[in-house]
């Protein structure tokens, strides 16, 4: 199998991951937090580590703001839904937001009255800060922008948008979904307020874990109540964070698993992830250019390791299964969430195919997959 759907979860995870998830379930299998015991503290201490970890790793230095959730789309929605938003606030965002903030942030037009700004970022390399800003009102009481778009892998520049949140003083939402893990992110150089990003994708942890980092002076109405193992005497939620946005039992065997992740990512060097993965991009991409009736979308030069592509008129789900039956590759097809960034791009109708690469993947397998749309291509089109 080649598995080329990194940007859905990143597969395969390092053993380091298997090995520390098998500890956490078999050697302190305990409910962190809710407990003096000593298997329980142990549970408790890994969880405490990772918070600390990624603090560290995304320049944030509050730790306890370090906020465990399921995934991307359950931190996008704590921090859209939970945000003190009121009738007339304004938004600014993107056309190729996936579904998890589009769909919040249009929850919260229906239910609260927010006024939102799709601003097209287009598909080249090129960002037009001007056109960006010139949507700023006075009203505007968030940004929220992807950092790297997973239909066309066009990345964008958080330094530039942060410093113009910053002068607004506008609180900036990043999801870092395809990011984290592969590009530099700094929340206090970059200006960010709240970074959302799950641990399954470009940080090799477990399905089952993601994380919004909440900065200072942001205050979220949590969208889960119950126990926190603290304060139980409070009738409200506790006021304090983490334990304000994280309701219920922890996954810890998850988050041992994405710390695990975590320092693998360290080990390699983001560096060394990146240029792996724009070799093997650009590799794919001159391979494909020189199909006929493949056309490829998303920026020329520096992107991430997404490469979307179309067969002339050939829906792009049946391609997939083609790549995976008979070639056994593994791709994703369709509109990947990001209907708005498929108007934006022309390809609502058939949807991409779309190839996401990671770490392992290799340069052998590229020149494979290359081959087998070229023969594809040969199938329908002689
Ligand atoms: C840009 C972007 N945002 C959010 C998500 C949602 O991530 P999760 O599946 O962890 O909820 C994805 C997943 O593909 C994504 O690519």
Not at 203 to 222: A, H, R
Not at 223 to 247: A, C, F, V
Not at 318 to 323: M, N, V
Not at 348 to 353: A, L, Q
Request: aromatic letters at 6%.
């Amino acid at each position: 199998m080649i598995y080329l759907d990194q940007a859905a979860s990143s597969f395969p995870k390092p053993p380091e991951v298997v090995q520390a998830m098998t500890e956490a379930i078999t050697e302190y299998g305990a409910n962190p937090g809710r407990g003096g015991h000593a298997l329980s503290k142990r549970a408790d201490d890994t969880i405490r580590r990772t918070r600390e970890q990624l603090a560290a790793f995304f320049g944030f230095d509050l730790p306890d703001r370090v906020c465990f959730t399921s995934n991307a789309t359950s931190a996008l929605n704590q921090a859209i839904k939970g945000f003190p938003f009121v009738e007339g606030d304004h938004v600014l965002t993107t056309s190729f937001e996936h579904n998890s903030v589009r769909r919040p942030l249009e929850y919260m037009k229906k239910t609260t009255g927010i006024v939102i700004d799709y601003v097209n970022t287009g598909e080249s390399e090129w960002f037009d800060l001007e056109a960006f800003k010139s949507n700023i009102t006075d009203q505007t009481k968030m940004i929220v922008i992807t950092h790297g778009s997973n239909l066309t892998g066009k990345k964008l520049p958080l330094d530039v948008i942060g410093a113009v949140a910053r002068q607004k003083q506008i609180p900036f939402l990043v999801d870092a979904s395809q990011t984290a893990g592969v590009l530099p992110i700094h929340m206090k150089e970059m200006n960010i307020d709240m970074l959302a990003f799950p641990g399954h994708k470009g940080l090799l942890g477990p399905q089952g874990t993601g994380v919004l980092i909440v900065g200072e002076g942001i205050e979220l109405t949590p969208l889960h109540h119950g126990g926190t193992g603290s304060r139980s005497e409070l009738i409200d939620q506790p006021d304090l964070l983490p334990e304000r946005l994280e309701s219920g039992t922890l996954n810890t065997p998850g988050i041992a698993g994405l710390l695990a992740g975590l320092e693998a990512v360290k080990r390699m060097g983001l560096d060394t992830i990146s240029e792996h993965e724009d070799r093997l991009v650009s590799q794919l991409i001159n391979g494909l250019k020189k199909i006929d009736f493949v056309h490829i979308y998303g920026p020329e030069h520096d992107r991430l390791g997404v490469v979307p592509f179309t067969i002339a008129g050939i829906d792009s789900q049946e391609i997939a299964i083609i790549l995976d039956q008979h070639y056994n590759i593994a791709v994703r097809a369709g509109l990947h969430c990001t209907p708005l960034g498929h108007e934006s791009i022309g390809t609502i109708e058939h949807g991409t195919v779309r190839l996401s690469v990671g770490p392992y993947n290799t340069k052998e397998e590229i020149e494979k997959v290359i081959r087998a749309i070229a023969q594809i291509v040969e199938g329908y089109f002689g």
